[in-house]
C-alpha cells in the first residue's frame, strides 16, 4: 500500500509534508540554490558543520500540481510524491536527484560460515557486507548512465568516485590507504554529481557513521545510510559545479586567509624532536644545503612521556629561549599535541579534567581510559563547551612558548584498546544534551580543532595554525589538514592528486599530503617526483616515520638534492600567488588547489583525470607519478597553454606527450597571465616585501593582486592593499594601486613579458606607480 502524500504546510521558507503512514518531510527553502531535506528521528538538531543561519530571504512558489506538490526556486525544482519520494531538477527542467523506485539488486553474499573460515585460513579478508540491521535509515537515488560523483573529503581510490563505496567514521589507518580501504581519518559526508552533465551536490549533515554506496551495488542506483540522526541532507543546486561547490562552502565555511608563512616549506620527522640539538642540526642541513625553509615540526617526543602541554627540559635545556633561537634564524617550530591525557595523579591536565568531570565516561559513570602514546590515557569530552574552553585556555601555554600553530593528532579519537576506537556508549556531551561516542565521534576532531584555534587566536591575536589529521565537514574554518599515514609508494604519490582534489572540493583548501611518504623507505627518485607533484600544493611539508630512511633533501646524493632545492626555491616563487589565491579562495568559496573538472566540468576528459591539479584557473600541473617515466601524456583544456619551462605555446583540448625527465614537472600557465613572482627568500619575512615582480605569459593580460601585513586580523578592518597590473594587446603596461588599506607599499615593481622588463617606483605623494625604465 502506498504511503499516501496527504497535503502540506508552507510556512516562510518551510514546506512540510505530510504522509498517512510516515513521519513528516521538511524542505526548508535556505537560499535559491539550497534546499534542506529533514525528517526528524528523534535526534538533536544542532550542526557541526553549519554555524550561524543560513538562510536567506528568497522567492519560491509551492503547488499542488494533483500527483504532486512541487517546490520551486530561481534554481531548484522539488517535486514531491506518495511514499515521500523526492525528485530534484535545475530551473531548466533537468533531472539532478531523482529518488529510487526501483528494487535493489543487493552484492552477493553467497558465503556460509564454512566457506568464510577456509577462505580466512589464507589470510584473506572476509569483509562483512553493509548491515541492514544496523541502518537506521537510507537515502536511494537513481543513477544515470553517465553520472560521475566527486568529493567526500579525503577518502581512498580515484577523483570520480562511481562504482566505489565509503564510510563515514573517523579512523586510525595505519595500513596501505589502497582503494578498498572504505574509510580514512576525516568524514565529510558531501558529494557531488553531474548527470547528463548537469551539475549538483548532496551535503548529509549527520555525525554518526554513515555509508555511501556510489553505484558500487548496482549501476541503477546509489544511496547512503546513517546508523543514527535524522535524515537531514542538503541538496545544493548552481549554473556549474563552482556554483555548487561555492554553495557547499556557503554552508560549511571556507578556509580563512592563513599568514604568509604557513604556504613556506616545512620539514618533519617523528624522531627530531628528541633534544634540541637534534632539532637544530635539522636547521643546520637547511642552512648548509642552502634550502630555504619556514618550518620545522616536533613529533611527540618533546614532550615529558607524552604528556600533552608540558616540554621535557631534560631534553631542552630552555625550551622557550630554543624556539626564539629558531626563530632568529627564520625557522618556526610546530609541536604535535594528541587527543588522549596521560593518566598520571602527579599531571596537572590529568588532575584538573577529573577535578572537573572532563574526561568522556563509561555509561556507569567512571572514566573510560584508553591507551594511546603515554599509556592509560583518558580523553576530553570535546562536545562540552566548557572542556573546549578549558583545552583552549591550556593551549595558550604553545603560545606563550612562541611556537608557530599546533598540530592535533591522534584525534579520531585513535585507541591502542578496544580494536583502535573508544566503545560506541562512551558518554559524551552533545551541546547541552548528553549524548554517545556513536554520535559525537565524527566530530571530536573537529571540536578539538575548534577549541585549538580559538586557544590559539585569542593567545596570539594572529591567524592560527592548526593543522588537523581527523575532521569532520566545516573543520575547514578551524585548520589545515594532512591526509595521514601515507607510505613510500608510488601509488600513494598516485593517490595524493585525487586525494587532495577531493578534500579541495570538499571545502579543505588547505591540505596535503606526507611528501616522500611517512611509512617505509623512500626512494630518491619517488621522493624527487613527489616534491615535484607537490610544487604547488598548499600544504608542502616533508614527514617519515621513526626508523625509516631519512628523507631530508640531502639524505641521497647530489642529484637529488639539487632537484630538491630547485622545487623549493621555486616554490617561493610561487608564494605571492599562491597567497593571492587564498585571497581569492575566501571570497568564491572555491579550493586553491582542484581537479580540473571543476573548471571545465563540460569537457568529458576532465571528468576521470587523476593526475593532474590545477591551481585556481590558470596553472596545470601534470606530475610525473610512475617509478622510471621520464614522459608522460598530458590534457590540456580548451584554451592556449605555455610551457611553464620552455614557454612553448599548446592549444588545448588535446593531449600532449610531454617531456619530463627526473628534475623536470610538467607545468602549464594559460596563455594570457600575469603571475606575480616572488623574490628569492630562505624563509617568508614578517617584514613587508619592498619588491614584486610581475610575469606575463602570452602577449596580453590582467591580474589583481593583494597584499596586507601576512600574519593577524588586520586586514578585516580593510588593512590591505590591492593593485592591478595590466599589459594590454598593443604592449601598455600598468601599474595600480587600487586599494590602499595597508601602510607599506611595494617601492618598486617589475613587470615582465617575453621581450622587456618594466621598472616601476612608487611615489608616496601621489599613491602612484611611474614607469621608470623599460629594457
Ligand atoms: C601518527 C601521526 C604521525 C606521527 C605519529 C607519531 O601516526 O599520523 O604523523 O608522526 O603519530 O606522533
Given at each position: 500500500m502506498s504511503n499516501q502524500l496527504t497535503g502540506y504546510q508552507d510556512d516562510n521558507q518551510t514546506i512540510t509534508l505530510s504522509f498517512a503512514s510516515s513521519k513528516d518531510l521538511i524542505l526548508k527553502v535556505l537560499t535559491n540554490e539550497i534546499i534542506q531535506v529533514f525528517q526528524d528521528h528523534g535526534c538533536p538538531t544542532n550542526s557541526y558543520a553549519i554555524e550561524g543561519n543560513k538562510q536567506r530571504k528568497t522567492n519560491y512558489t509551492v503547488e499542488n500540481k494533483g500527483d504532486h506538490i512541487e517546490v520551486r526556486t530561481g534554481a531548484l525544482i522539488v517535486k514531491a510524491y506518495d511514499d515521500a519520494k523526492l525528485d530534484v531538477y535545475d530551473a531548466d527542467g533537468n533531472p539532478l536527484v531523482l529518488d529510487y523506485r526501483g528494487k535493489r539488486e543487493p552484492l552477493p553474499t553467497d558465503m556460509d560460515d564454512e566457506h568464510r573460515k577456509t577462505v580466512m585460513s589464507e589470510g584473506h579478508a572476509v569483509h562483512a557486507k553493509a548491515n541492514p540491521d544496523n541502518v537506521n535509515f537510507e537515502v536511494i537515488k537513481s543513477l544515470a548512465k553517465d553520472e560521475v560523483f566527486y568529493g567526500l573529503g579525503g577518502k581512498t581510490g580515484f577523483l570520480n568516485k562511481r562504482g566505489y563505496e565509503y564510510d563515514n567514521w573517523n579512523s586510525d589507518v595505519p595500513v596501505l590507504h589502497n582503494e578498498t580501504e572504505t574509510h580514512l581519518y576525516k568524514s565529510i559526508p558531501v558529494m557531488y554529481g553531474l548527470k547528463n552533465g548537469h551539475p549538483y551536490g548532496l551535503f548529509f549533515d549527520d555525525t554518526y557513521k554513515s555509508h555511501f554506496d556510489l553505484g558500487k551495488e548496482s549501476d541503477n542506483y546509489y544511496y547512503y545510510s546513517a546508523v543514527g540522526g535524522n535524515v537531514d541532507y542538503y541538496i545544493l543546486g548552481g549554473h556549474t559545479l563552482k556554483d555548487v561547490v561555492a554553495n557547499y562552502t556557503y554552508l560549511t565555511g571556507v578556509v580563512p586567509l592563513p599568514q604568509k608563512w604557513m604556504l613556506g616549506y616545512q620539514q618533519s620527522r617523528w624522531g627530531y624532536s628528541t633534544s634540541d640539538q637534534r632539532v637544530e642540526s635539522i636547521a643546520d642541513g637547511f642552512a648548509e644545503h642552502n634550502l630555504p625553509i619556514d618550518v620545522i615540526h616536533l613529533d611527540i617526543d618533546y614532550m615529558y612521556g607524552y604528556r600533552d602541554f608540558t616540554w621535557d627540559t631534560t631534553k631542552y635545556k630552555d625550551p622557550k629561549a630554543f624556539v626564539q633561537k629558531m626563530k632568529q634564524r627564520g625557522i618556526r617550530l610546530m609541536p604535535i599535541l594528541d587527543a588522549g591525557v596521560k593518566v598520571d595523579d602527579k599531571y596537572d591536565i590529568y588532575k584538573e579534567g577529573m577535578e572537573k568531570g572532563y574526561f568522556v565516561t563509561n555509561p556507569d559513570g567512571s572514566v573510560y581510559v584508553g591507551s594511546v602514546w603515554p599509556g592509560d590515557s583518558v580523553f576530553p569530552d570535546f562536545g562540552n563547551e566548557d572542556v573546549r574552553k578549558w583545552w583552549a585556555k591550556h593551549v595558550k601555554f604553545f603560545a606563550d612558548m612562541g611556537v608557530c600553530g599546533v598540530w592535533n593528532d591522534m584525534d579520531e579519537p585513535a585507541n591502542f584498546r578496544a580494536k583502535g576506537q573508544l566503545p560506541d556508549d562512551l558518554v559524551f556531551h552533545d551541546g547541552v544534551n548528553i549524548s554517545t561516542h556513536a554520535k559525537m565521534h565524527n566530530v571530536f576532531g573537529h571540536l578539538q580543532a575548534q577549541a585549538t584555534y580559538e586557544g590559539m587566536k585569542q593567545a596570539t591575536r594572529k591567524r592560527p595554525y592548526i593543522i588537523t589529521r581527523a575532521a569532520y565537514a566545516g573543520t575547514q574554518k578551524y585548520s589545515t589538514v594532512w591526509t595521514g599515514d601515507n607510505t613510500a609508494v608510488w601509488s600513494h604519490l598516485q593517490l595524493a592528486i585525487p586525494q587532495l582534489n577531493g578534500l579541495g572540493l570538499s571545502g579543505f583548501a588547505f591540505a596535503g599530503t606526507d611528501i616522500g611518504g611517512f611509512q617505509e623507505d623512500t626512494t630518491p627518485e619517488l621522493l624527487t617526483r613527489w616534491i615535484e607533484a607537490s610544487l604547488l600544493v598548499p600544504l608542502f611539508r616533508n614527514h617519515s616515520i621513526l626508523g625509516s630512511r631519512y628523507q631530508e633533501?640531502?639524505?641521497?646524493?647530489k642529484q637529488t638534492l639539487d632537484i630538491y632545492r630547485k622545487y623549493l626555491n621555486l616554490r617561493y616563487r610561487f608564494i605571492p600567488y599562491l597567497y593571492d589565491q587564498f585571497r581569492h579562495e575566501t571570497e568564491s568559496g572555491l579550493p586553491v588547489m582542484r581537479p580540473l573538472v571543476l573548471n571545465y566540468p563540460d569537457d568529458q576528459e576532465t571528468r576521470n583525470l587523476n593526475d593532474e591539479y590545477m591551481i585556481g584557473t590558470n596553472i596545470l600541473v601534470a606530475p610525473i607519478v610512475n617509478q622510471g617515466a621520464t614522459k608522460r601524456l598530458v590534457y590540456l583544456p580548451a584554451g592556449n597553454w605555455i610551457d611553464f619551462w620552455n614557454h612553448a605555446e599548446y592549444s588545448g583540448q588535446q593531449y600532449i606527450m610531454a617531456d619530463a625527465p627526473i628534475d623536470k614537472l610538467p607545468l602549464f600557465v594559460k596563455a594570457n597571465t600575469v603571475l606575480p613572482w616572488g623574490n628569492k627568500v630562505m624563509h617568508v619575512s614578517d617584514n613587508p616585501e619592498k619588491v614584486m615582480t610581475f610575469r606575463l605569459f602570452g602577449e596580453c593580460g590582467s591580474t589583481k593582486h593583494y597584499q596586507d601585513n601576512g600574519q593577524d586580523f588586520k586586514y578585516q578592518q580593510g588593512e590591505f592593499n590591492e593593485y592591478y597590473v595590466e599589459v594590454t594587446e598593443d604592449g601598455h603596461v600598468a601599474v595600480k594601486l587600487t586599494k590602499h588599506g595597508y601602510k607599506p607599499t611595494y617601492e618598486k615593481i617589475y613587470v615582465e613579458t617575453d621581450r622587456s622588463r618594466y621598472e616601476f617606483t612608487y611615489h608616496a605623494d601621489t599613491d602612484e606607480y611611474e614607469l621608470v625604465n623599460e629594457r
Open positions: 633533501p640531502w639524505a641521497f646524493d
